[in-house]
């Protein structure tokens, strides 16, 4: 009964289609006055036909579109997983008991990491089993029906089989990459043209896990220098809303931003520096980061040569063409939840002025400061999933390409695709860029007028109001800059806030929720595999 189905887990492709068909079911009754068969769509395939393999693949997806790597049901935006689940599920790859419903557990799933909504994945590693085009060995008949035979006769049969069978494999090797499915053009050609698959792994290791093999994670933030757009002729002590900041509005101080990811680098708590989820009841928010540093994007050519101009430059600013690209790398063997996002913000805190890289020290002496102060984390969108390293030759990826050029270069490749992709993001800006440039060169500055294009009190005085970059297109008005550790808005403890939630939920604490939902596990798991 339809009634009885639930609904929760169910791809939108297969509600749509759900609910087409009962509209066309619908509108045969009144003529039949009885419901007919739904009419026979794709004869199903039989899994029992098909040899499978359990392989790696390597994806990239661009983020802004999406609601995060994971599905989710009620969210109001696609997952990078649904659209994967459609694709392997067209392509006959996987063979779940219901297409339209999401669970990986049909297929020995794995994944290394769970980017969120808006963000984007360069190297994104999965694990899973799917259908192969090896053959299924030969099922040979018995030659002696007439009666039990010895044990003599089974062996010597036995021993025949396994010659036979070991004649035949040297007759006809099955080559695990020239005569097997090319994963990725397969699924390149039903996946959205923004996720992409890159590489597959036709033998990881034995007990190989996606998130419990990794060895490290590198992640990249984006952002231009100047972050925004910068007003002319300002004074550098009103240079930021009258907060007494000698970098000018719009711009960031590299070397000081460089100075204060250095402080991030080793061993160190980052309870100060994520989002907390009481759910999860963590209580071990240490991390290593391997490196930490503030890296130039060279050969980025969409320069604005107002920029150039004296009015316009800030002081001590390397030289032009502006606007420069640089980002923040990261690497480390796991993060937490928004842990680079929170890093990212204070960096951005930093680089306008507003404060010392000494802070990011500070934020992690949480025996000193074990309460998270209040500060905003930046923006999602430019922040990407770099690369997933595992140990070692763990896995030896067969890169699109590879097997066959065309793949890669030909008509319909995955650089051709990706070309597609990149023009029309290009086209936007090129068409953006060259406005801008045409707006910026109109017009004349007058003396004595509000140059810095800031918001004016009635008595004619500029505002005091900071703006304040977070990762996003422009700067945030914030008012009067408040310090971040002189903030009154601290959150409260870890331990306070995992007793708190633990209570709601009805257990006698945090303790007592942790033990009963064998919370901290799937560390023992990771040690496992870490061997």
Avoid at 91 to 98: G, N, R, S, T
Avoid at 315 to 341: C, E, M, T
Wanted: with cysteine; aromatic share 10%; hydrophobic share 35%.
């Amino acid at each position: 009964m339809a009634g009885d189905v639930d609904y929760n887990n169910w791809t939108k492709t297969g509600l749509i289609q759900r609910l087409r068909d009962l509209e066309e079911e619908l509108k045969r009754r009144p003529a039949t006055q009885q419901a007919e068969k739904p009419p026979k769509g794709e004869r199903p395939m039989d899994p029992s036909r098909y040899s499978s393999r359990y392989i790696a693949l390597k994806l990239a997806y661009l983020g802004k579109n999406y609601g995060g790597f994971e599905y989710s049901a009620m969210s109001n935006q696609p997952s990078i997983e649904e659209e994967l689940w459609n694709a392997l599920t067209k392509a006959h790859l996987i063979f779940p008991e219901d297409e339209r419903v999401v669970q990986f557990e049909c297929c020995d799933y794995s994944k290394c990491g769970r980017t969120d909504r808006g963000v984007s994945a360069f190297g994104q590693v999965i694990g899973l089993r799917v259908r192969s085009s090896r053959p299924l060995p030969t099922k040979r008949v018995k030659r002696h029906q007439g009666g039990p035979s010895s044990t003599e006769q089974d062996a010597a049969e036995k021993e025949e089989d396994a010659a036979e069978e070991e004649e035949e494999a040297e007759t006809k090797p099955f080559d695990h990459v020239a005569d097997e499915l090319c994963y990725p053009r397969i699924l390149n050609r039903i996946l959205p043209s923004d996720i992409r698959i890159l590489a597959w792994c036709p033998s990881p290791p034995p007990g190989f896990s996606a998130r419990f093999s990794c060895r490290e994670r590198q992640y990249r933030y984006l952002f231009t220098q100047p972050a925004f757009a910068p007003g002319p002729l300002l004074p550098s002590s009103m240079s930021n809303g009258g907060s007494g900041s000698s970098v000018k509005t719009g711009w960031l101080d590299i070397e000081a931003m460089r100075d204060a990811a250095k402080r991030f680098e080793g061993e160190h708590d980052f309870r100060n520096l994520c989002k907390l989820d009481p759910s999860k009841q963590i209580t071990d928010f240490t991390r290593y980061i391997f490196e930490s540093d503030i890296v130039e994007v060279e050969d980025v050519h969409s320069a604005l040569p107002y920029l150039e101009d004296a009015k316009f430059a800030a002081s001590g600013v390397n030289g032009g063409p502006h606007p420069k690209v640089y980002y923040f790398h990261v690497r480390g063997s796991a993060f937490l939840w928004h842990q680079i996002r929170h890093m990212v913000a204070i960096l951005f805190l930093v680089g306008q002025g507003l404060e010392a890289p000494t802070l990011v020290s500070e934020l992690l002496d949480v025996s000193k400061n074990p309460r998270k102060p209040g500060y905003a984390m930046a923006n999602e969108v430019p922040l990407v999933l770099w690369d997933c390293v595992f140990p070692g030759d763990a896995l030896e990826w067969v890169y699109v390409g590879d097997e066959c050029t065309s793949n890669k270069f030909g008509q319909y490749g995955l650089v051709d695709g990706l070309w597609q992709v990149w023009r029309g993001h290009k086209m936007d800006e090129l068409l953006a860029n060259q406005l801008l440039r045409q707006v910026s060169q109109q017009g004349a500055l007058r003396p004595g007028s509000d140059q810095a294009g800031r918001s004016s009190q009635g008595n004619g005085k500029a505002s005091a109001s900071v703006r304040i970059f977070q990762g996003a297109d422009s700067g945030r008005l914030a008012g009067r800059y408040t310090q971040v550790m002189k903030s009154k808005d601290f959150a409260q403890s870890v331990e306070e806030q995992n007793e708190k939630y633990a209570k709601r939920k009805g257990y006698a604490g945090a303790a007592d929720m942790r033990t009963q939902r064998g919370i901290g596990r799937w560390k023992d798991e990771q040690k496992a595999a870490e061997g």
